[in-house]
Each structure stands twice: as C-alpha cells, then as structure tokens.
C-alpha cells in the first residue's frame, strides 16, 4: 500500500478516481474473496479524499504528513468494516471513518492533558473556534457569544466557558519559573482542589450510612425485585429490560413495571429509616 511521505503525497492526488462499478467490483473481491490487492487499491484511490479532509485539520498545530497518515488510517477501517450491501458509496462511509481517525488523533496528541472525552466535548473542541470566528471574537468571548455558541452546539454555555479556558492556552510546565525574582515556581500558585481532611471523613460517613440504609431497604424486596435492582442499578454494567426479562420469561414491559415498583418501595424504605433516625438523634 502506499504510504503517505510528503514526496508520496502528489503521486497519490494523481490516482484515478473510480467508477461505480469499478468501485463495487474491488469490494466485492476484498470482501467476497479476501484479495488484499482489491483493498489496496480502493484505499489508494481514496487517498485524495484522505488528504483533503486531512488538510482541513492545520490550524491545530500538529505535523500535517501525521494527520494523513491517520487519514489513512481511517480508511482503513473503513475498508474492513464497510458492507457492499449498503444503498451507499463507498467513499461516503469512508469519510466518517478517515475524520473519526484524525479527530482521535488530536485528541490524543494536542496536550497531554486528556480532553474532548465526550461527544460534546469533541463538538466544542472542533467547532469553537469556527464559530468564535464566524461571531467576531477577538480574543475571550463575550456572554452573549457563549450563549450562541452554546445554543448552536446545543450543550451548556458553562461547558462553552470551560472548553474556552482549555483551548486558550496550550501545555504550561507545572515547573515554570514566575516573577522577577524566579523565587516561585507555577505550581506554587495552583490551589488544591481536592477534598479537606473533613470532607474525606464526611463523606465517609455519609457513604456508609447510606450503604446501611439501602442494604437494610433491600430486605424488604422480593427476591425477583431484588434481583432487578441489583442487575439494573448495582452493577457495574447495566443490563437491559429484555434481557432480565428472558431470565424470568416475561415481557420487558413487566420488568420494567417491577423495577418501578421496587425503586418505589426502595425510596419509601429508606425515607422511613431516615426519619426513624432523625426522631432518634432529637429525642
């Protein structure tokens, strides 16, 4: 296959674009027949489309040659997972999968702080400074150009504030020297954000009261509703309504019901010992 070197790059813009059917013809061969060649190909003629997707990524400071090479990447991927019985071209699917590719890409790479962990916080990465732009930003954002972008996006203006913060400085060493003097270093300045030895031993507290309270409000379950609860909010995967209700050979709607009525019963359970308690400490 070819590679993506910047002397690689203009042989790859000459390859000729394929037709339809020559385009399917070389799925199928891939697909139907396992023949690696058919792949290379397809992928090497798509590789324009690679590097022009690539392109529109500069501005975020990383090699451009990097970015291609992930381009490609995603065309790869896209080569092994595309169906040809999809009403689609093949370069339509592959689009998706060359930017997911670059997007990951300078995720990982653009600071060593991890960002972008969610698809809104993907949106507002790659979307703030084209619409920051499109609004006159010069230098921070106003409020009222929070809230557009915010409203365009469809995500909180505080998420906005927070990605603004992220995005207007790049990695600093927690060992930079400030002031005059060169006495003081950043992290010197930077506040702990982190519970207070009273808090630590609070919240303790509070978690262990509340284990006891739901522990004691669970008795009062039957074991079918206990059994729902536990697979539906007490494990560390969540299983779904049809499948609990394969296990007990009735509908989802039925244990959905059930689930109802057990959190139902769990919350009055746990009101009651609560007061019970209150009552206690009072008298």
């Known amino acids: 296959m070819m590679t993506t070197d910047v002397m690689d790059i203009s042989a790859v813009m000459r390859i000729p674009m394929l037709s339809r059917e020559e385009e399917r013809d070389l799925v199928l061969r891939w ?7 058919a792949l290379h190909v397809l992928i090497n003629a798509h590789g324009r489309m690679a590097i022009k997707v690539a392109r529109q990524y500069r501005a975020y400071g990383l090699p451009v040659t990097d970015i291609i090479q992930e381009g490609f990447i995603g ?12 009403a689609v ?12 590719a670059i997007q990951d890409y300078i995720l990982r790479n653009w600071s060593i702080v991890r960002i972008g962990t969610t698809a809104q ?16 930003a010069d230098g921070s954002l106003t409020h009222d150009m929070r809230g557009s972008i915010a409203n365009d996006l469809k995500v909180p203006e ?3 504030e927070n990605m603004e913060g992220r995005l207007s400085g790049r990695d600093q060493s927690t060992n930079a020297v400030l002031g005059e003097d060169g006495d003081m270093e950043w992290q010197d300045r930077l506040a702990d954000a982190g519970p207070t030895p009273e808090d630590t031993v609070g919240d303790r507290h509070d978690g262990q009261r509340r284990s006891a309270l739901l522990k004691k409000a669970m008795g009062e379950l039957s074991d079918r509703e206990r059994t729902i609860i536990e697979f539906r909010h007490l494990g560390e995967d969540k299983v779904v309504l049809s499948e609990l209700g394969e296990r007990f050979g009735i509908s989802k709607e039925r244990v959905r019901q059930l689930e109802q009525r057990a ?3 769990l919350r009055a359970a746990v009101l009651r010992e609560a007061r019970g308690g209150m009552q206690a400490v009072s008298a």
Do not use: C, H, I
Not at 75 to 86: I, K, N
């Open 89 to 100: 071209r093949f370069s339509t699917y592959a689009k998706w999968w060359v930017r997911a």
């Open 121 to 136: 916080q993907k949106s507002l990465f790659f979307n703030m400074r084209r619409l920051s732009a499109r609004l006159g």
């Open 31 to 37: 697909t139907g027949d396992g023949d690696e060649d």
């Open 158 to 160: 505080k998420a906005v």
């Open 75 to 86: 065309l790869l991927q896209a080569g092994y997972r595309f169906d040809p019985d999809r």
């Open 263 to 265: 959190l139902g019963k």
